[in-house]
C-alpha cells in the first residue's frame, strides 16, 4: 500500500499561486492515478484533481478549479504535483491526495466528481489558508 505526504501549504494572499506536493514514501508511484482532495472547516472533504498513471487519459479538475489548477505528476521523482494560481479566500482547506483503489491507474470519475471512497492511502494533508 503506497503512503503518501503531502506538502507547500502556507498562507498566501488572493491572486497569489502555491505548488502542493505529494510524495509516495514506498512504494513506487508510477501505476497509480492520485487524487487531490480539501477539506473547508465544517465542510464535507470535495475532490479538486486527479491524474491517472498514463498519459491516455485526460486529467480531472473541478469545476471550482478549472483553468486556475493544473495537477502533474513526476514518476521519477514519485512525486505528483498541483500548481494553484488566481488562488481565492473560497479555496482555503486541507489539501489531500490520495491513490485511486478501485480502476488504480486511471482516475475513477462517478457522476462527475470524485468520491472519498474510491480512494485511499491517504496522506496528512497540507493547510492551503488565502487571505489578505
Known amino acids: 500500500q503506497v503512503q503518501l505526504v503531502e506538502s507547500g501549504g502556507g498562507l498566501v494572499q488572493p491572486g497569489g499561486s502555491l505548488r502542493l506536493s505529494c510524495v509516495a514514501v514506498k512504494p513506487a508511484l508510477d501505476g497509480t492515478a492520485i487524487g487531490w482532495f480539501r477539506q473547508a472547516p465544517g465542510k464535507e472533504r470535495e475532490g479538486v484533481s486527479c491524474?491517472?498513471?498514463?498519459?491516455?487519459?485526460?486529467?480531472y479538475y473541478a469545476e471550482s478549479v478549472k483553468g486556475r489548477f493544473t495537477i502533474s505528476r513526476d514518476n521519477a521523482n514519485n512525486t505528483v504535483y498541483l500548481q494553484m494560481n488566481n488562488l481565492k479566500p473560497e479555496d482555503t482547506a486541507v489539501y489531500f491526495c490520495?491513490?485511486?483503489?478501485?480502476?488504480?491507474?486511471?482516475?475513477?470519475?462517478?457522476?462527475?466528481?470524485?468520491?472519498?471512497?474510491?480512494?485511499?492511502?491517504w496522506g496528512q494533508g497540507t493547510q492551503v489558508t488565502v487571505s489578505s
Open positions: 490520495a491513490a485511486d483503489i478501485w480502476f488504480v491507474s486511471r482516475c475513477t470519475v462517478i457522476g462527475g466528481r470524485l468520491r472519498e471512497i474510491d480512494y485511499g492511502s
Open positions: 491524474i491517472s498513471a498514463s498519459d491516455g487519459w485526460p486529467e
